[in-house]
């Protein structure tokens, strides 16, 4: 599936400029869709042309850190990328297009902050939209515990807590790095999670033909990501994973139940964020509708763009005709 995607507009933030790509009519129902890791506002181009055909105002930026917005370097600039930053971009983001309450879409880490939304900032936020990324109450324990815990020391997200190293490991082939982190996964992978190792650097130092799974990008949209990495570097993204910790004690007084109309969309094969993630997420939100879609991995913008568009314009259509 191809589309034609919008170069971006530029927007002054306090202390961020944000690269936003845009789409659809002004005066649509804004639509704000997050990327994650490793990704780029980029990642929605399946999905922002059939948005903005039906009416919707669509918004994908490149979130703080990444691609043409960038953000803030070195060691001290690591606590800027925490949850409060991430979501306060949105809002302000919002404030600086006088939009009115969006619905936000999120996949991967853009998941998380889109969850967050109606949390932090409620008067910002009409409608959720969780692509893999599944609303997780806070849990009791540090989740860099908990993920020692079920995981074990190996696990690719404690290996990027240590400043510097994995952005020098993924940076010196960025080619390389993105080829084996963008890739389709076959079901006799994801379905034996205990047998698959999570030691992400370590599993990209074996030849490329021992990889699993196949490319997940045609050659111009590959080129597209590894211009950006190679151009900005990967300490942005990467200093998001050094927050769980810190987001985790910020987020002890914060309501824990989400009142505005949500969809999730679940995939079949993706062993990071399986299905099991989103098992309490009915206790929490009172309008929650949820599906999964069949044979598809981590990356659902891409691996499923018809299904994953479909399923979300018959929510809005119900939801915000």
């Not at 990444?66 to 060691?75: A, D, K, L």
Request: hydrophobic share 35%; aromatic share 10%.
């Amino acid at each position: 599936m191809t589309t034609s995607f919008p170069r971006p507009d530029y927007v002054e933030l306090p202390g961020l400029t944000m690269a936003v790509h845009q789409m659809g009519p002004k005066e649509g129902q804004p639509i704000l869709l997050c990327h994650g890791w490793p990704e780029l506002g980029y990642a929605w181009h399946n999905q922002m042309e059939p948005l903005a055909e039906a009416g919707y105002r669509v918004l994908a930026p490149d979130m703080r850190g990444y691609g043409n917005t960038g953000g803030p370097t070195g060691e001290h600039a690591v606590p800027l990328y925490d949850m409060e930053h991430l979501t306060g971009d949105l809002a302000h983001l919002c404030d600086a297009l006088d939009l009115p309450p969006a619905i936000f879409v999120g996949h991967d880490w853009g998941g998380f902050v889109a969850w967050d939304m109606p949390l932090r900032h409620p008067e910002k936020v009409a409608g959720i939209i969780g692509v893999n990324s599944a609303y997780v109450p806070r849990p009791d324990i540090d989740p860099i515990e908990l993920i020692k815990l079920v995981h074990g020391p190996d696990m690719y997200m404690l290996h990027f807590q240590a400043y510097g190293k994995a952005e020098k490991q993924l940076g010196q082939d960025t080619d390389r790095a993105l080829q084996f982190l963008h890739r389709r996964m076959p079901a006799t992978q994801t379905r034996a999670p205990k047998k698959r190792s999570l030691n992400m650097l370590k599993s990209m130092e074996r030849p490329e033909t021992d990889w699993p799974g196949t490319p997940l990008h045609e050659p111009h949209d590959h080129a597209i990501y590894v211009e950006a990495y190679e151009r900005t570097g990967w300490e942005g993204g990467l200093n998001w994973y050094r927050n769980l910790s810190r987001n985790w004690h910020q987020t002890e007084n914060l309501p824990k139940h989400i009142k505005v109309p949500s969809l999730m969309v679940f995939a079949e094969n993706d062993v990071v964020l399986p299905r099991s993630s989103g098992a309490e997420m009915a206790d929490y939100i009172p309008d929650l509708e949820t599906h999964i879609i069949p044979n598809c991995g981590h990356w659902t913008p891409t691996e499923a763009p018809d299904t994953l568009n479909d399923l979300i314009l018959s929510w809005l259509s119900r939801k915000f005709s």
